[in-house]
């Protein structure tokens, strides 16, 4: 599908859902740089708040909360008052009390 519609409306739902499936998985970095190609080529799109939130979680399962911190620090900044953002601010509570 994205090869044969790179630019259909539904292009960043296919790519995000790829992630999805390597999450599911817990192959965490495939699901990292699927998760990303949503957030590069489809930053406007209705999966890129999710993509990063997710990049987020796989960086956390992976044990480096560093990494995690950032991208959930980019969803609060980039999508304010999405579900997405309330989801990263709770993620990263989880990391500081774990942490602390």
């Known amino acids: 599908f ?7 409306d ?3 739902n296919a790519q995000y859902w790829i992630g999805e499936i ?3 998985i817990d192959n965490f970095p495939e699901a990292i740089l699927a998760f990303k190609e949503v957030a590069t080529r489809y930053p406007q ?3 890129a708040p999710h993509a990063l939130l997710k990049i987020g979680y ?3 399962a992976l044990d480096d909360p560093a990494n995690a911190r950032v991208f959930l620090k980019r969803v609060i900044k980039n999508y304010p008052f999405s579900e997405a953002e309330a989801m990263a601010r709770q993620k990263l509570k989880e990391l500081e009390d774990i942490a602390g």
Not at 2 to 8: F, M, N
């Open 2 to 8: 994205l090869k044969t519609y790179p630019a259909h």
């Open 10 to 12: 539904l292009s960043d």
């Open 22 to 24: 390597y999450y599911d």
């Open 45 to 47: 799109g209705n999966k």
């Open 58 to 60: 796989a960086y956390s």
